[in-house]
């Protein structure tokens, strides 16, 4: 079949260590393969530009019912569009953009794989309908589990063993990737419109602490040893003061290491930082990145993603219920609102970040800080929470902010509040400018790591899939001008997936079959696990447990991680 | 022997009961009988084994009589219809799988086609609100597991979801709700005394048209002002009792239907209803929910959204960009000012529900209708082209009125040589890109650079 060398560019690959030497890549049948293994090869000629494998996003919102209640419900977002057809189907919306224009500003910027961040169980072949209709890109989905009654009351008697078999077994049924957990108790206590403000706040009825709900989760998952750690969007999300409770779950993560075949080696991925660590109280909040680094820097067992404002208007959402409701308080936008039987709650609310808006800048500098106090790149990741900071279509200008002072210097100047925003964060002193290497690690190898998919996705070894993204960027002689960064990585050169040109000059030009990935885990025979998965459908959930689990006719070009937990 | 299918979804109101067992006749082509399944949902399957459905599309000729025609020619003739007209209208999907819906919109893209559903004409009121205001909802477990009080406003369905107060609302015990209808208090809101109100613990009689006003009253009681001594006809006492009630819930749902959403007010009335759940929500729980009709026509509106971002009214004529604007882009407004120049009639019946002006105007131009049955509007189509009946015939993913997901099965074969919704949408696609590179026709949006979009507040 086809062959193609890259011949000439900068290739950075943090999970081989190549850090812009001029390498060859070569592929052949959609995988990468040494040179000799080439016969007759079309090349592309790479000279003067940088090479990545595709980028993989650890922590986005791309389909489901919550992002397309945000399509639905934003009209407005569409009113002044004028894109114009490139691909196969339009591209309408903006920050929360069609299927398609996701799939396609994600292969734009030279994007091979994003992992949904959480997919409501019983919404589960809504997701994979949307997957289905998402060019290019391969997707996974997580789950979610902190607010699942089997799991609250598993957890709450600490029953490892019952919770990793529901978890096994939930996850078949929705072809999920992994355990998300999104305000631990909180959602479920949203069901009275209550919260759990701390994770020592027990979860009212369930009587189990966010606190135990994490630990226990975190042993269920590395009892099963799947590819990905839990993934967790904490307590007390956007709060002033709330790194005390950051700090506080990180910590619950002390003493255990990684279990699994993956190569992945934390315990706990703690997403969207940014949200996480403020100072303060009130409307004088604060950073407490340097606090909160500190921690993770000296931690091995953890990851983080940064959830970066990028200072637009945007649609924020999240399985945090309580959370949306007490942002429509604050900016009295509309709100949509779907609690979710036996699982979890979901909010959307609409939310302009300005620039003009000092508690904005604050967040925009505080997610910067993160990146640059960031030790280990390969354990520090580029996110926007998409669309909850801003749209993944600005990663391109979040890696400009890390990799130039000069550009955070101006948009710092543009600030109203400018002084004040200095006064409270530490972003004006640091110097630190990331590296191409940096980027690399922070947009593909370090996330596929940590998703424990670096074995498929995130590197150019032979044997990976040829995912590439082939940046107009000089790596021996950057431009001056940091704009240029942002508009390389925006659209790039070329990107190819499974060894097919999808992305030429910025622009489609084929969509290659995408994939949804899932993790099939075996786990032993569990009697009570299934009389209690028989009971709650015959008497909670709204359908029969029948209808529940995904028809396999429902799942579209599946890719599966086999993991055995039951010997 | 017949064969025994369980765990079955009913193709007929947004209830979308899943719990049904239907009998099948050995050679798969009756249904010998339907358990669990109210009366309506019963005659749906009655319904498909009966003598009389038609398995080749039919084309009008000229004397007035239809011919059979092969499912090749109906898709070659959809295609050209597609091809030649400047503003084709799709409208309908009453009654079809999401997957039809999907393939629809495909089509309706590159033939730069209006795209619009039954909501146009029905909860299409429901989505200006929610445009403007949100929707605070729960899906319906959640109902059954925790409301403490109901309120059935402007819906009645005894008649119209005959299940649905059995399976969610006032009688099912569920985790919290272990009591079952001893435990709820039920608010029916309604001008008249209907079936559902005679369950009611406190049926409240609003003046017709009125309901505004009275949900206006509600909102002020809950905020702690005074209101006058009768609003909407209601006495004040009953404000005050009610609202104390709703303030008092542990966990309520409002379902309303068409009385509020159809009746003066419209999209206003559905739009206070959402604020008076706001404003309950610095109480304590509250949801909203519509209650749509057909079992599948939220799918539309969801499957919609991430093809196109608009659920509804859909106006793809520039191809590579999608225009909504309810009133300007509505069928039976683009059809009263004759704008459009064919019509697709899908899943539902034009001819009963379009106003007689309406129908006047799209008669002039092709119509063809995609439906099982014999329906009005397939009696004065241009051409009829079966297709399996949903949830009977043809499997597939439904979207239950709280945009909950259920996956339908099928339980008979389809009158033989009889293709899905889907399957004729896709062949319909495939045959317009076909006959365009015959005939040279290329696409304008093909290839254009430098095309990223802006961002608002830049
Ligand atoms: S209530 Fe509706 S969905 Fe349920 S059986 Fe009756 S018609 Fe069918
Ligand atoms: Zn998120």
Redesign the interface.
Known sequence: MSEIIIKNGFVFDPLQGIRGDKVDIAIKDGKIVETTALTNPKTIDAAGMTVMAGGVDIHSHV?G?K???G????????L???????GS????????P????TGYDYA?MGYSYVNEAAMPP?????VH??IR?TPIIDISAMPVFGNN?FSLEYLKNNEIENNAAYTAWLLRATRGFGIKIVNPGGSEA????LNCANIHEPVP?FDVTPAQIITGSIETNEYLGLPHSIHIHPNNLGNPGNYVDTLETLKLAEGYTAKNAFGRTQVMHLTHLQFHAYGGEGFNFESKVPEIMDYVNSHDNITVDIGQVTL??TTTMTADGPFE?HL?AVNN??????????ETAAG??PF?Y?ANNKANAVQWAIGLEIGLLAKDPMRTYITTDHPNAG?F?RYPRVIKWLMSQAAREAQMDAFKHRDKVIDVTNIAGIDRELTLYEIAQMTRAGTAKALGIADMYGGLAPGMDADVAIYNLNAESMPSDAEEIEKAF??CAYMLKDGIVAVK???IVAEPAKRTIWVDVKVPENAQVNRDIYEHFL??????L??YS??E??LHNPRVIEVNAAE | MPKKI??V?CPYCGVCC??LVVTVSDDGRKVLEVENACAIGNEIFQHASSEGRISLPRLRQPDGTYKDISYDEAVDYAARVLIKAKKPLIFGFGSTN?EGM?AAA?VA?KAGAVLDNCASICHGSS?LA?????????????T???ADVIVYWGSNPAHAHPRHMS??SIFP????TGKGHKGRKIIVIDPRYTDTARVADIYVQVKQGQDYDLFNAFRTVIRGEDIPDEVAGVKKEQILQVAEILKKA??GTIFYGMGLCHSDGRNHNVDIAISMT?DL?D???W?IMAMRGHYNIAGP???W???????YCID?SK????Y?NPGETSSVDLAMRDEVDAFFNVGTDAGAHFPIEAVKHLKKHPWITIDPNICMASEISDLHIPVGIVGVEV?G?V?RMD?????YRQVLNPPDGVISDEELFERIHQRISEIEAEEGITQT?????G???S???E
């Open positions: 389909v019912p992002v397309n209640t399509r639905l419900f934003r009209p407005e977002e569409k002044f569009q004028n894109i114009k057809k490139t189907r339009m591209e309408m919306g903006t920050s929360i069609s299927v398609y224009k734009r019983l919404h589960s072949p809504h309908e949307e209709d009654w949203w069901g009275w419109g009825y637009d208007e409701h429509r936008l509309k709100w949509a609102n779907v609690d979710v039987e036996l959307v609310v302009v300005s749209p279509t925006s659209r000059d910025g622009e008497k909670h959930y709204s359908l029969k029948e209808n995904l028809f006719e429902h | 369980e765990n979804g899943d719990d999401c999907a495909k893209e989505f929610i445009f403007d205001n949100g929707y605070p909802s729960c899906t319906l477990g959640e059954k597991n925790r399976r969610y015990r569920g985790f919290f542990r966990f706001r929500n109480f304590t729980k949801t509106g969801v499957v959204a991430w093809t196109t971002g608009y659920p793809m191809k590579d960009r999608a909504m499997p993913i979207y945009n909950v997901p259920i996956q949006s093909a290839a254009a650079a095309t990223q979009t961002f608002v507040g």
